[in-house]
C-alpha cells in the first residue's frame, strides 16, 4: 500500500475528515473523467483547447479543480464523445 494511501485510511477513521473527503467526491470525479476522456484520445490540453475552442488555461483549470464546469462547458469537452451524467442512489447505511 503506498503512503499517501496507509495516509488517507487513517484520516477516514475520522468522521469529519470522512465527510469532507466524501463530499468532494463528486467534483473528483468529474475531473477525473475530464482527464481520462482527453488522455483516451491523446490529446495535450493545447490540442483539446483548439479542436473546442476552450482556452487552455480554462482547460487547465478545470482539470486541477479551480472552475467548475457548465453543463454546457462539458458539452463542448465531450467533443466527439457522448456525455454521460448518472445519478446513482447512495448505498444505504445499516447501523
Do not use: H, Y
Request: proline share 3%; aromatic share 4%; hydrophobic share 35%.
Amino acid at each position: 500500500m503506498s503512503e499517501f494511501q496507509e495516509l488517507l485510511n487513517g484520516q477516514l477513521q475520522d468522521d469529519e475528515f470522512r465527510k469532507e473527503w466524501e463530499d468532494i467526491q463528486p467534483e473528483m470525479d468529474v475531473i477525473r473523467a475530464m482527464v481520462d476522456a482527453r488522455i483516451s484520445q491523446n490529446l495535450t490540453q493545447k490540442e483539446l483547447a483548439k479542436r473546442t475552442g476552450i482556452d487552455q488555461a480554462d482547460i487547465s483549470k478545470l482539470e486541477n479543480g479551480t472552475r467548475n464546469p457548465s453543463l454546457k462547458l462539458l458539452k463542448r469537452l465531450a467533443d466527439g464523445m457522448t456525455l454521460k451524467l448518472e445519478f446513482v442512489p447512495k448505498r444505504s447505511v445499516e447501523k
